[in-house]
């Protein structure tokens, strides 16, 4: 029996001891009290005492919070690429000249180019890296990371971390040399350099 009902039971046969009271007055208490203790014990059973036979509704947040983990696993599953654009113009080199960008990399990465030179004249390009650039600035002999001389070429090359430079040449500081002999010939050069780490 529930203790609300047991203590209204012991209040009502109390009240009975003392008044005297009628039958009908006796039945309208009695079922008041016995209302109120039902709806007492029955609002205890639903919060406090939990029933067996009931269905846990808690299976919905786990298939979602899986479904969450699957799919942030597939985002950290596939590579994020970074391409930074160098050079990507139409360039115009007068005879003895070169045009050039600079750039570093915290880890190793992949430089791309791709050029073509109007009216088949012939340039340099090279991948520099910083110690070698100061030197082809300033007329020594350099090494260079990548060297390539024509009127057109595709290709990439691997680089690990550091400074580097790419440049375009249109002197005689390369395999190539200018044209022009008793006037200066410029190139014009479409070109695409981006590097991707």
């Known amino acids: 029996m529930c203790h609300h009902l047991a203590i209204w039971w012991n209040?009502?046969?109390e009240e009975i001891q003392c008044t005297s009271m009628d039958r009908r007055q006796f039945l309208t208490s009695v079922g008041a009290v016995i209302t109120m203790s039902t709806a007492g014990c029955s609002s205890e059973s639903a919060t406090d005492s939990p029933n067996p036979d009931s269905t846990d509704d808690t299976e919905g947040p786990e298939t979602t919070t899986e479904a969450i983990e699957t799919?942030?696993?597939a985002r950290s599953s596939t590579p994020v690429s970074d391409t930074n654009i160098l050079i990507d113009d139409t360039?115009?080199?007068?005879e003895g000249e070169n045009s050039y960008a600079d750039f570093s990399v915290s880890s190793p990465a992949t430089v791309e180019y791709d050029f073509t030179v109007q009216d088949n004249i012939e340039i340099d390009f090279f991948v520099l890296s910083l110690g070698n650039f100061q030197r082809y600035r300033s007329g020594?002999?350099?090494t260079a990371i990548q060297a390539v001389d024509g009127s057109e070429a595709a290709d990439n090359i691997s680089i690990s971390r550091?400074?580097?430079?790419?440049v375009l040449d249109h002197s005689?500081?390369?395999p190539t040399s200018p044209p022009g002999q008793f006037e200066k010939v410029s190139?014009?050069?479409?070109?695409?350099?981006?590097?991707?780490?």
């Open 187 to 197: 190139a014009t050069v479409d070109a695409t350099i981006s590097y991707t780490i």
């Open 162 to 166: 550091g400074n580097y430079y790419v």
């Open 71 to 73: 799919s942030t696993q």
């Open 172 to 174: 005689d500081r390369g």
């Open 140 to 142: 020594q002999s350099f």
């Open 11 to 13: 209040y009502i046969y």
């Open 91 to 94: 360039i115009e080199l007068p």
